[in-house]
Structure formats: structure tokens, C-alpha cells
DNA sequence: TTAAGTGTTGCTCT
DNA sequence: AAGAGCAACACTTA
């Protein structure tokens, strides 16, 4: 069986795009998707040279003004795009890089020459052939910016490695575990420890390891954390597999993911049963009572 | 109609 | 001082 011969609808909000009303789907940027996106713009942008940088909303720029980062652009050519965890990095052929996250519902689009930019587009760069690439953001909760090298970015920004990089391996999660009495899942979606999950996929990562998301870092065993480090990996890889963050928006996502089900009122894709939710500081956790036991802390 | 809900980051508070 | 809680944001649903 294929891994993504299932059609189910991934993560994604509905907004409505303007005073048409038009619907448009967008999925929810964490590692996967914002992977997605690197793709679109590496085959899309490479090599192109910027004509014009706009920002007709310059509060999503990170410390610098529309006037300066247009005038840093202008001219610059895409050499190539990079990622780490939720973060896009545009580099240039002279080296810096446009670094941009997209907050809680934001995508890149790119437009042939005379298309208009979408609804919500926040900053968008012009190619000499007409193309664009449109930052597009509805909730205006994201950033765009201009750094020396993704590098620096990363290390001024105090995230941790990628979620996906060989240095996360069984000894990283289990060090990081060790030492924490925070809930499990909190430490799956701090960005200073592992860059790239967020709310949905460590629901996903802890509804297919069998752990419930307020178990206590510290009180998982070794078998437990190999387990989760191996469920993390492939969770993540499968959903950039099955297309996550694509234009068309919904990822494919295989036979028994949480994840469509993440709503009120479903039931568990693997026994059956209904679906919880817990709430942590205005964030919801969606997974099975049954499948993922509670614990109490140990220590 | 009003209020709550959707997720991420960064700030405040303890 | 680690960890919890909330504001910002635009829009939908109850």
C-alpha cells in the first residue's frame, strides 16, 4: 500500500478571501508544510532576479523598513531555498537571505507575469520576467526580514537543531527529556530545544506513539523515547511525502493519522473511541483517552 | 448578537 | 528560573 493512497483532508483553516468571499484553504505552516513551501519556491524562483521588493503591510517586517529592504533587493538574484524547522530562508547569489515564518496560517504563492497578488499578501518580490512571489498572510502573524546568512538567523533566534536533522536522535531527546518535569508534548513544541513542531503534529507524533501530551517529560522510559523519536521522523517525513503545504493545500495523509479526525466529536482512527481534548494556556490538545494513557508524574 | 475558537511567538508574571 | 498565561491577529462558528 502506498503511503499516501488515502485522500483525507490535513490541516487546514478556511478564510475567506476578501470582499468576494472566495474560500480559500491554507495549511497550517509547521515543519512539513513550511517544507512544502521550500520546494514551490526552489523550483519556481531559482536563479531569478528581484526587479522590486514590496511590503504594503510593513508590520510583518523584522527590523527593517519597506524603503531599505527594497532597495537591498533590487537586483539581488535566488540562488537557492533553505529550511529550519518553521523558518524559510530565500538565500542570494551574494549571500544574504530573506528569512521568513509564516505565523499561524501563512504561504507563499507564486504568480506569473500580469496575475494580480492574491488577498493578504504582506511583501512580495518581482522578477524581471513579471513572475512574483506573493507573501501571503492572512492573520498577519509571521515575519519577513533580511539576515547575513540563515546561520546567524538561526543562532540570533535561539532555535534548536531541526527536528529532522541527525543531531536529534535518540541520546538528544532523551537528554532533553531527562532534565524537564514539563509536559511531554510542551517540550515537542518548544522551538529552542527541536525547531518545527507545532500544535497539530505533536498531537499527531503523540497520538501514533501512544503517549498521552501531558505525560511528564522526565517519566518516559528509554523504550518510550526511542519509540517517539522514531514515530517523530515519521510522522513528518510521511506528511512532506504526501504533500503537505502544497498549493493545492490539504496533505494526503495515510490510513490512520490523527490528524483529519482533529475536530469535536470524532472518533479515534485506530480503536474507535471518541476523541478527548485537554487545554494548556489557550492550546487544545485533540487525542484518545484509550490509546494514550494518562500518567502521573514520577519523580 | 455576542462570545468563544483557531495557532505561533514573545512578552509578562510567578 | 523554569514554566505558565496571555496579547496580537483575522475570521468562523456556536
Redesign the pocket.
Known amino acids: 500500500m502506498k503511503a499516501c493512497d488515502r485522500a483525507e483532508t490535513g490541516a487546514l ?4 478571501a ?1 470582499a468576494g468571499g472566495r474560500k480559500i484553504e491554507i495549511p ?1 505552516p ?1 515543519l512539513p508544510d513550511v517544507e512544502g513551501f521550500r520546494q514551490l519556491v526552489e523550483a519556481t524562483c531559482r536563479g531569478k532576479t528581484i526587479a522590486r521588493a514590496e511590503a504594503p503591510d510593513p ?1 510583518i517586517l523584522e527590523g527593517i523598513t519597506p524603503v531599505t529592504i527594497a532597495r537591498r533587493l533590487k537586483g539581488e538574484r535566488i540562488a537557492t531555498a533553505a529550511r529550519h524547522g ?1 523558518h524559510l530562508f530565500v538565500t542570494l547569489t551574494r549571500g544574504a537571505v530573506i528569512t521568513m ?1 509564516f ?2 496560517n501563512g504561504s507563499p504563492r507564486f504568480l506569473e507575469p500580469g496575475a494580480a497578488d492574491p488577498p ?1 499578501t504582506r511583501f512580495a518580490l518581482g522578477f524581471t520576467g513579471g513572475e512574483h512571489l506573493a507573501y501571503v498572510n ?4 509571521g515575519r519577513v526580514g533580511l539576515a547575513p546568512s540563515a546561520d546567524a538567523y538561526i543562532a540570533a ?1 535561539g532555535l534548536g537543531p531541526d527536528a529532522l536533522a541527525p543531531q536529534v536522535g535518540a541520546a538528544f531527546l532523551a537528554q532533553a527529556a531527562g532534565r ?4 511531554i508534548k ?1 517540550l515537542l ?1 518548544d ?1 529552542a530545544i527541536i525547531a518545527g513542531i ?3 503534529y505533536a498531537d499527531e507524533i503523540l497520538f501514533q506513539a501512544g503517549i498521552h501530551p501531558e505525560t511528564p517529560a522526565n517519566a518516559l522510559s528509554t523504550g518510550e523515547i526511542g519509540g517517539l523519536l522514531r514515530t517523530l521522523r515519521r510522522v513528518l517525513e510521511t506528511a512532506i511525502a504526501c504533500g503537505a503545504g502544497s498549493e493545492e493545500g490539504a496533505a494526503l495523509l495515510p490510513k490512520g493519522f490523527l490528524l483529519p479526525e482533529r475536530h ?1 466529536g470524532r472518533r479515534c482512527p485506530r480503536c474507535g473511541g471518541p476523541i478527548a481534548t485537554t487545554k ?5 490538545s485533540y487525542f484518545c483517552p484509550r490509546c494514550q494513557k494518562a500518567r502521573l508524574p514520577s519523580d
Not at 13 to 16: A, L, S, T, W
Not at 138 to 141: A, K, N
Not at 180 to 183: D, G, I, L, Y
Open positions: 483553516i478556511q478564510v475567506n476578501g497550517m509547521e508590520g518553521k515564518h505565523g499561524t493578504y492572512p492573520r498577519r502573524i533566534a524537564s518535569k514539563r509536559a510542551a513544541m522551538q507545532g500544535n497539530i469535536r494548556q494556556s489557550a492550546r487544545t
